[in-house]
């Protein structure tokens, strides 16, 4: 999507999903909308009316949802793995400081907090040696989500 707009006030979705950012080239806050109807920013819960990037979030049908987690930066230290969503990773990862993933199999959303809250990252499958890669202001990921609903 070019950016021709100075603000977008509504967007509706016809199918499928995809991920909308406030800055150009895919960066900026990140904001997940489905299928249906958004009659104003607040509605996809943004902080403003400024949308100048999106990208679909290709549906991974077959494959199952796996991403390995690091605690370091280039797939060092303690390694976890997950197949399925976690609402805390404080309590299963004993730290919320994540710098490096593989994403083996399905799209995933990264949060900032617990319980799916805060700032969120559209995690695609690959590699990514440093959070920077995955458009993380810092570390932190509170809770990790499957994107399941298409």
Known sequence: ?????????????????????????????QF???????????????????????????MTQGSSHEVKLFERME???????????????????????????????GNWLFFEQSNYKGRMYLIRPGEYTRFTEWGGLSARVGSIKRIMDY
Request: hydrophobic fraction near 35%.
């Open 1 to 29: 999507m070019l950016c021709y707009l100075s603000c977008c006030n509504s967007i509706m979705v016809k199918s499928g999903c995809f991920m909308i950012y406030e800055q150009p080239h895919y960066k900026g806050q």
């Open 75 to 105: 797939y060092g230290g303690q390694m976890m793995a997950l197949v399925d969503d976690c609402p805390n990773i404080m309590d299963v990862f004993q730290t919320n400081h994540i710098f490096s993933c593989k994403v083996i199999g």
């Open 32 to 58: 997940l909308v489905r299928k249906g109807e958004y009659p104003d920013f607040k509605s996809w819960v943004g902080t403003n009316d400024c949308v100048c990037s999106c990208r679909e979030i290709p």
